[in-house]
């Protein structure tokens, strides 16, 4: 059974970076098959589509973010990640790492969710 | 970017009730749409894609039809697990994006 698993700071303060990390088990992010996928929920605007990681170290990022957001792989650690820089209160909001198939369009596992909360 | 709107917002329901919810899209999306399930302090868990395709687990009261812009995920016998918020996505064009919810409330 693949499971993925959220770990990172709960708490930042405005203009600092979030950093989250997914360890994924029951299967390799060597595999080139999957989209590693980050996702958001914000509490009252939703769930956002964030992008992904493919096979090679490919990415597509959503526009709303571009330029601050980064994903990255550690095939080593069997692990990808989330950067987003220049944080403000609206990214306060629940983070989950899902794997995606269909061009990362169908995300048919996902980790429990972290909570980041940005304040001063 | 293509908006998805969900309605109603919120349904009441009984157990047992055939229950029909909708989904939106602000142009043509072919069959390229996902329903999800989400419980409080959950993750979504994916229950149709490609618009009518259950996926492995899911019961089959769940059923998922339509295609362009216009989508339907019906229940067809509520059972009290099924109380929940659901969510359609839309997966034709980057970048995608999900409906506001549609929550499903014991009446």
């Known amino acids: 059974q693949v499971q993925l698993q959220e770990s990172g700071p709960g708490l930042l303060r405005p203009s600092q970076t979030l950093s989250l990390t997914c360890s994924v088990s029951g299967d390799s992010l060597s595999g080139g098959t999957y989209y590693w996928t980050w996702v958001r929920h914000h509490p009252r605007k939703g769930l956002e589509w964030m992008g992904y990681?493919?096979?090679?170290?490919?990415?597509y990022y959503n526009p709303s973010l571009r330029g601050r957001i980064t994903i990255s792989v550690d095939r080593s650690k069997n692990q990808f990640s989330l950067q987003l820089d220049f944080v403000s209160d609206a990214d306060t909001a629940v983070y989950y790492c899902?794997?995606?198939?269909?061009?990362?369009?169908?995300?048919?596992?996902w980790g429990q969710g972290a909570l980041v909360t940005v304040s001063s | 970017e293509i908006q998805m709107t969900q309605s109603p917002s919120t349904l009441s329901a009984s157990i047992g009730d055939r229950v029909t919810m909708t989904c939106r899209a602000s142009q043509s999306i072919s069959n390229l749409l996902a329903w999800y399930q989400q419980k409080p302090g959950k993750a979504p868990r994916l229950l149709i894609y490609?618009?009518?395709n259950l996926q492995s687990g899911v019961p089959s009261r769940f059923r998922g039809s339509g295609s362009g812009t216009e989508f339907t995920l019906t229940i067809s016998s509520l059972q009290p697990e099924d109380f929940a918020t659901y969510y359609c996505q839309q997966y034709e064009r980057y970048s995608y994006t999900f409906g506001q919810g549609t929550k499903l409330e014991i009446k």
């Open positions: 490609k618009a009518s």
């Open positions: 990681i493919y096979f090679g170290g490919t990415t």
């Open positions: 899902a794997r995606g198939d269909d061009y990362g369009g169908v995300l048919d596992f």
